[in-house]
């Protein structure tokens, strides 16, 4: 996520991060490992000292993985 203009320091957020995800709002990176499936709905936003605010919403889906089965010969 990347912000320009405002006035002063630049606050970046998250919310609707499912669980297992984290979000730093000082590198602006969404890490980690989901811990279920599902959709979520996350909203990034982003203010300055001003109180101006800009928001995106984004819609992130988490499939399952493939399951793996080994043979013995």
């Given at each position: 996520m990347e912000a320009t203009g405002g006035v002063g320091a630049l606050r970046f957020m998250l919310s609707g991060a499912p669980p297992g995800l984290m979000f730093d709002p000082g590198t602006r990176?969404?890490?980690?490992?989901?811990?279920?499936?599902?959709?979520?709905?996350?909203?990034?936003?982003?203010?300055?000292?001003?109180?101006?605010?800009?928001?995106?919403?984004?819609?992130?889906?988490?499939?399952?993985?493939?399951?793996?089965?080994l043979a013995t010969a």
């Amino acid at each position: 996520m990347e912000a320009t203009g405002g006035v002063g320091a630049l606050r970046f957020m998250l919310s609707g991060a499912p669980p297992g995800l984290m979000f730093d709002p000082g590198t602006r990176v969404l890490s980690g490992t989901p811990i279920a499936t599902g959709t979520s709905t996350l909203t990034f936003s982003v203010d300055d000292e001003a109180g101006q605010s800009a928001a995106r919403v984004l819609r992130l889906e988490v499939l399952a993985l493939p399951t793996l089965a080994l043979a013995t010969a």
